[in-house]
């Protein structure tokens, strides 16, 4: 993303916590982060509903999203996961309308089997990455309901990591000399700047930036 802002003159302001999803409850965190997760969501928001006045502002929400079939990140609330994220996005949309800005979605990335870096350092490239369908499983239910919810608000746009990063067949740790990610799931400072050039400034440019300057 930080590529992407300087080609594209705008500003950037990250604003990321360890272990908080922007989800509500026990969605949002473990037990004892609950609290904190909630309160900076609310402090995000404040801030992005501040900014949008006077000038146009999109919100990029990203989020290791909870699946049932990748160990540890399903726990949360009760009820099926699409339904979780489906509320959670609810809530964010109605932020937006009422605050007056954008809202892009990303996708997630892939799960490596293993930590990136170690695996590359111990075994060939190829035994490092995953196998394309069954990254595409894992995150399904995240994904299904987030591309239905986009469907419903055409305001609202996606960006889909994926394509980028597998091909047919597989989703590799390693591309050329680039180590994608940083563990197992995150990707690289390398990987994220390899990421912005492959999905390209058409795409980041519609999903980010005012509908005027998207059309220049």
Not at 8 to 30: F, S
Not at 143 to 158: G, K, N, Q, S, Y
Not at 168 to 197: E, F, K, M
Request: charge should be positive.
């Amino acid at each position: 993303a930080a590529s992407w802002a300087r080609e594209a003159h705008v500003a950037l302001l990250p604003r990321t916590r360890g272990g908080c999803r922007p989800m509500p409850g026990r969605d949002g965190a473990a037990n004892e982060q609950r609290e904190i997760c909630s309160r900076f969501d609310r402090a995000v928001i404040e801030q992005v509903t501040e900014l949008a006045r006077g000038r146009p502002v999109t919100l990029l929400v990203a989020a290791r999203w909870p699946s049932s079939k990748v160990a540890g990140i399903a726990g949360g609330e009760p009820g099926p996961i699409g339904d979780r994220v489906t509320r959670a996005m609810d809530r964010i949309a109605e932020a937006a309308r009422a605050g007056g800005f954008r809202v892009a979605i990303m996708l997630d990335t892939p799960t490596l089997p293993y930590d990136g870096p170690t695996c590359l350092s111990r075994r060939p490239a190829n035994e490092c990455g995953t196998p394309r369908a069954k990254a595409e499983a894992e995150r399904a239910e995240a994904t299904v309901a987030l591309r239905t919810f986009a469907a419903r608000h055409p305001d609202m746009t996606l960006i889909d990591p994926l394509p980028a990063l597998c091909d047919a067949a597989t989703c590799p740790a390693l591309t050329g000399d680039i180590v994608l990610y940083h563990d197992s799931d995150h990707l690289s400072a390398q990987g994220s700047v390899w990421l912005a050039g492959r999905l390209g400034r058409g795409l980041l440019d519609a999903a980010l930036l005012p509908r005027e300057r998207a059309q220049l």
